[in-house]
């Protein structure tokens, strides 16, 4: 990781620029999946099992009784750990619901709103090299309590065409029952169009590679939505002397090890403070399983020493990072100076893998720079916002003549009209 004193503002974008993926390419790749799985379904499906899993799928769907011996193959500790996560995910989303409003606005005129979940949602869990069963967790939780009607898991297989038992046991535990052995641009595509196995959605959630992320996106083109544009992992951490850099390097690492495209980025008062990290950052390298992929995702990287909180504040939030560690003395300043982020840590204790696992808060977060727009994923994620109004005979006499004005006003003779004659059956039954 390099160093840069005090940079101008005006070089803030290029010194902190994420690694750029050439969409159109990659799009080239997944625009032909799409289609093959919107034109072959299941078979589509099994043949890109084999071609990029390298296992021969007969069912796609996991069955009953694979589920349930899932439990089994896994430690108690971990099966406990889990337990722990869902019991705090499930109380901070169940904070998040929000009662029904009815307000008499004017007289004879109500308005109300209320939230209705939306009825069919597919989950993309990714497998591979990092079986993300927390992400089980923090997309199947709000979905479940919003009460979504049906929910598709979708997750790639391993090499014996069998799904990581530590999924399968989140699934269950939080009564996920419809697994799809699917991964990649494939398994979006099919919750996208439908298959004979793969119900189609309304709305895609949950993190993956460039391919993923850009079949998303495609899938928005087709009317389904998706949760954000969410591209490769990141943290910015904004630490001083009262940090400890050990604990500062511990948590550039954790996100360092997502993968070679993921940034990590340290905002610190004095360059003497940012060489004890960078120092501490080799140190702890060493002896990382996945050394080679942190190693490439710190070539992305920067340490920026910002003298002034105010300055080193408007860095922040110029960069707007997924996940967003404070471990300043001030830190009460810190939190109220900031507006970009997806998810803010506070204090030396608060490592950000806490809410990637079991703090409570959701990991499905807002990345390159769309914090300044998107919030992460929450209750509110999986529902709708219906509004109602009623309006009264006494109502429509006190409001009508406001709107046929309005609408005269717009050209707009027929809206004018759906009250005028409203106005006038009223006045003739006097």
């Known amino acids: 990781m390099k160093i840069l004193i005090n940079p101008d503002t005006k070089t803030w974008n290029k010194e902190l620029a994420r690694p750029v993926h050439k969409m159109k390419e990659i799009e080239k790749i997944v625009k032909p999946i799409m289609k093959k799985v919107k034109r072959q379904g299941d078979k589509a499906l099994k043949k890109f099992a084999l071609e990029y899993d390298h296992v021969e799928i007969d069912s796609l769907l996991v069955e009953d009784a694979e589920r349930n011996a899932a439990g089994a193959k896994l430690r108690t500790e971990l099966k406990d750990a889990i337990q722990t996560a869902r019991y705090n995910i499930e109380k901070f989303h169940k904070l998040q619901e929000m009662p029904a409003i009815s307000s008499e606005i004017m007289q004879g005129v109500t308005c109300m709103r209320r939230s209705v979940a939306i009825q069919k949602v597919g989950l993309y869990i990714p497998g591979g090299t990092a079986p993300l069963f927390s992400t089980v967790l923090m997309l199947g939780i709000p979905a479940k309590l919003a009460g979504c009607q049906e929910i598709v898991l979708c997750t790639p297989p391993d090499p014996q065409g069998a799904v ?222 219906i509004t109602y109004q009623k309006i009264t005979a006494e109502g429509i006499r006190s409001l009508g003549p406001a709107i046929e004005v309005m609408a005269q006003h717009e050209n707009l003779e027929a809206h004018k009209r759906a009250v005028t004659v409203r106005l006038d059956y009223l006045a003739n039954r006097k």
Request: with cysteine.
């Open 164 to 385: 990581h038992p530590a999924i399968l046991y989140t699934a269950s535990l939080i009564g996920i029952t419809k697994i799809v052995k699917a991964g990649g641009a494939q398994a979006i595509a099919a919750m996208c169009y439908g298959t004979a196995s793969v119900p189609q959605v309304d709305k895609i959630f949950g993190p993956g590679n460039q391919y993923v992320t850009a079949a998303k996106q495609l899938a928005t083109r087709q009317g389904v939505a998706i949760d954000m544009p969410a591209g490769p992992s990141e943290v910015l951490v904004y630490a001083d002397d009262t940090a400890i850099p050990d604990f500062v390097a511990a948590d550039l690492l954790s996100q360092a090890e997502h993968g070679v495209d993921s940034q990590v980025v340290l905002v610190c008062p004095s360059e003497k403070f940012a060489k004890k990290v960078l120092a501490a950052v080799e140190e702890q390298l060493k002896e990382l399983p996945r050394q080679k992929i942190a190693k490439k995702a710190l070539e992305n990287s920067v340490a920026i020493v910002m003298e002034k909180m105010t300055d080193a504040l408007d860095l922040i939030n110029a960069y707007a990072p997924e996940h967003l560690i404070l471990a300043v003395k001030e830190e009460e300043r810190a939190v109220q100076g900031i507006v970009n982020a997806g998810s803010v840590f506070i204090g030396n204790y608060t490592p950000e893998a806490a809410g990637d696992y079991a703090s409570g808060t959701n990991h499905t977060l807002p990345t390159n720079g769309y914090a300044r727009s998107y919030s992460g994923v929450s209750l509110d994620s999986f529902v709708k916002k």
